[in-house]
C-alpha cells in the first residue's frame, strides 16, 4: 500500500489560492488512480477531484469545476490540487488517497492526517 502525506493547507481570504500537495511512497505511485477529498467542519468527507494513471483523465465535483484544478507528477511521486478563487465554503480538511474506482471515486486506503484549508470572508 502507498503511503500519503498531505500539506499545503493555511488560512486565505476569499478570492485566494493555495497549492495543495499529496507526497507518496512505498509502491509505485504511477500504478494508482487518485483523488482529492474533503471534510468541511461538522460535514462528511466529500469527494473533490480525481486523476487517471497518467494524469489526462480527470473530473471534478460541481462546486469547484472552473476554479481547482488536480493534476500529478509520477516522476515526484506528487499529486497537487491548485485552488483558485477560494470560497468560504471550501473551509475544510483536505484528504488525498488512492482510489479503487475512478468514477466514482471510491478511496482505497487508510485517510492520512490531511491539511486544513481556512478561507476568511
Known amino acids: 500500500q502507498v503511503q500519503l502525506v498531505e500539506s499545503g493547507g493555511g488560512l486565505v481570504q476569499a478570492g485566494g489560492s493555495l497549492r495543495l500537495s499529496c507526497a507518496a511512497s512505498?509502491?509505485?505511485?504511477?500504478?494508482?488512480?487518485m483523488g482529492w477529498f474533503r471534510q468541511p467542519p461538522g460535514k462528511e468527507r466529500e469527494f473533490v477531484a480525481a486523476?487517471?494513471?497518467?494524469?489526462?483523465?480527470?473530473y471534478y465535483t460541481d462546486s469547484v469545476k472552473g476554479r481547482f484544478t488536480i493534476s500529478r507528477d509520477n516522476a515526484k511521486n506528487t499529486m497537487y490540487l491548485q485552488m483558485n478563487s477560494l470560497k468560504p465554503e471550501d473551509t475544510a480538511v483536505y484528504y488525498c488517497?488512492?482510489?479503487?474506482?475512478?468514477?466514482?471515486?471510491?478511496?482505497?486506503?487508510?485517510w492520512g492526517q490531511g491539511t486544513q484549508v481556512t478561507v476568511s470572508s
Open positions: 512505498g509502491r509505485t505511485f504511477s500504478n494508482y488512480i
Open positions: 486523476v487517471g494513471w497518467l494524469g489526462d483523465s480527470k
Open positions: 488517497n488512492h482510489l479503487l474506482s475512478f468514477r466514482p471515486a471510491i478511496p482505497r486506503g487508510d
